[in-house]
């Protein structure tokens, strides 16, 4: 569709333009490229142009020709002094767009928005302009563009994954299903099971997944089949599932922090150390596994062991300072801030996680003046450095709260909110705030916001995250 109408309109609106010169033997040029005798039409193009220069129409027919010969630059050059002679010829706009689309000029997206403005219901502007925006990763314009095009199967799919990147997932996954119409397609189908799994769909996940959960299945479809039996309460099969996906699949990482945290969901964390060291035989240089279990060692109150394996992680990723995070997560998990503030002050080049780790243990202790102003310094770098980082807004707020600055708590409890409205701490601190200062009705809301957080959290919030689009940027095939 994309390549072939604007040529076809455009040649149309040139050949019978009533803008040309009364003089202009359009008929004959139009013979001439028809004919292939392209360097007879530029020549005919150019005599016309002696006496009118700025005619688009003939200028685009000359654009035509030179193109029809091979010759896209300075095809694309005649069909730009058509716009400058006439901004608005559609014809030119429209040759025009079709070389700067196909070859990604950075032009391409003003001229095709000038055509989609010219002409809102220009189909083929819009798909063209979706693409371009799903290229540049801009989904909202993307969807914007793709929701007034009949959609093609490979615009259908950006459509789908512009939308899942939106967090539109029922949307997204209606996409998804219409392709899985056309023809079966084991990423897509897993993709329709991913918008059902962030729609908190565990049974529609399932379902979706079950045409791909054989024997041949990748681990990602295994690990997110694992995911939405866990979530239904279904153990004892997600414990098989991961099983068998392990022995397929031996080295995969996540399959076996997968099961480690099933045991640690049960309570078993001696069969999740035992989990995790077969891994680690396994995959002998993992810096997640030796991660975790390090964290499990400690949760074990093996600490001597978990020290070990916090040592092996500095020692396979000094520069990441994994080992000392981990530790440090795990230390004040278990009470002990003043260890997790000495091992985070050790990292020798803290990342914005590091300064927020390190800021919240410190608030965890019995802080002094002096350190409370530490952390609050720590966590203003941390927003500096990230400004879309929703839990340093939000233990800010908090922070400064506990401080008396209500003014300023409220500014970043707020801000912390609108970039993640599902912040139970954020809103619950927010909602003291809001009650003491006599702020009644946005308090009410706010409660109401935080006891339906509570009813609807899920065991594992973190884990939503590990799953990502299958193919989502090259998919192929229809």
Request: with cysteine.
């Given at each position: 569709m994309r390549f072939r109408s604007f040529i076809t309109q455009t040649a149309?609106?040139?050949?019978?333009?009533?803008?040309?010169?009364?003089?202009?033997?359009?008929?004959?040029?139009?013979?001439?490229?028809?004919?292939?005798?392209?360097?007879?039409?530029?020549?005919?193009?150019?005599?016309?142009?002696?006496?009118?220069?700025?005619?688009?129409?003939?200028?685009?027919l000359?654009?035509?020709?030179?193109?029809?010969?091979?010759?896209?630059?300075?095809?694309?050059?005649?069909?730009?002094?058509?716009?400058?002679?006439?901004?608005?010829?559609?014809?030119?706009?429209?040759?025009?767009?079709?070389?700067?689309?196909?070859?990604?000029?950075?032009r391409a997206g003003q001229t095709l928005a000038t055509i989609a403005k010219l002409n809102p219901a220009n189909v083929t502007a819009h798909a063209m302009l979706g693409e371009l925006a799903f290229e540049s990763r801009e989904c909202t314009r993307a969807v914007q563009h793709f929701a007034k095009t009949p959609r093609q199967p490979l615009a259908r799919w950006q459509y789908g994954v512009c939308l899942f990147e939106l967090e539109r997932w029922r949307e997204a996954a209606a996409e998804f299903q219409a392709l899985l119409a056309l023809r079966e397609h084991p990423p897509t189908r897993f993709n329709l099971a991913l918008c059902h799994w962030r729609a908190k769909d565990p049974a529609a996940t399932l379902a979706a997944l079950e045409p791909i959960v054989g024997p041949d299945a990748d681990a990602g479809t295994l690990s997110l089949q694992a995911a939405a039996l866990r979530e239904r309460k279904e153990i004892p099969r997600a414990i098989e599932v991961l099983q068998r996906a392990i022995a397929v699949h031996p080295r995969d990482e996540r399959l076996l922090l997968d099961?480690?945290?099933?045991?640690?969901?049960?309570?078993?964390?001696?069969?999740?150390?035992?989990?995790?060291?077969?891994?680690?035989?396994?995959?002998?240089?993992?810096?997640?596994?030796?991660?975790?279990?390090?964290?499990?060692q400690m949760r074990y109150g093996n600490l001597e062991k978990a020290e070990e394996q916090f040592r092996a992680v500095e020692k396979l990723s000094p520069e990441s300072g994994m080992g000392q995070v981990a530790a440090a997560m795990a230390m004040m998990q278990l009470g002990l801030p003043d260890d997790a503030i000495r091992r985070l002050r050790g990292i020798s080049a803290p990342s914005p996680m590091v300064s927020l780790m390190l800021a919240r243990a410190i608030l965890q202790k019995n802080p002094s003046s002096q350190e409370r102003l530490e952390a609050k310094k720590l966590l203003a770098a941390v927003i500096a450095?990230?400004?879309?980082?929703?839990?340093?807004?939000?233990?800010?707020?908090?922070?400064?709260?506990?401080?008396?600055?209500?003014?300023?708590?409220?500014?970043a409890l707020e801000t912390a909110l609108k970039l993640d409205p599902a912040d139970r701490a954020a809103a619950y601190q927010l909602m003291l705030l809001y009650r003491r200062a006599g702020r009644s009705a946005e308090a009410a809301r706010l409660n109401k916001k935080v006891r339906e957080s509570i009813a609807n959290e899920t065991a594992d919030s973190v884990e939503t995250q590990r799953f990502q689009l299958s193919g989502a940027y090259r998919f192929g095939g229809f």
């Open positions: 149309a609106a040139a050949f019978f333009a009533i803008a040309a010169p009364l003089f202009a033997d359009i008929a004959a040029i139009r013979a001439s490229i028809q004919a292939g005798r392209f360097a007879e039409a530029v020549a005919a193009c150019d005599r016309e142009l002696k006496t009118s220069p700025a005619s688009a129409p003939i200028l685009t000359k654009g035509l020709a030179l193109r029809a010969s091979g010759d896209d630059s300075a095809g694309l050059a005649a069909f730009r002094q058509a716009i400058n002679a006439a901004p608005a010829y559609l014809p030119a706009l429209q040759a025009a767009a079709q070389l700067e689309f196909q070859s990604r000029d950075r099961l480690a945290v099933i045991c640690l969901d049960q309570n078993a964390v001696g069969l999740g150390i035992a989990v995790l060291e077969a891994g680690v035989s396994n995959i002998p240089g993992s810096v997640r596994l030796l991660t975790f279990l390090g964290v499990f450095a990230e400004p879309a980082n929703t839990s340093a807004y939000s233990l800010l707020g908090k922070t400064l709260a506990q401080d008396g600055d209500a003014a300023n708590a409220a500014t």
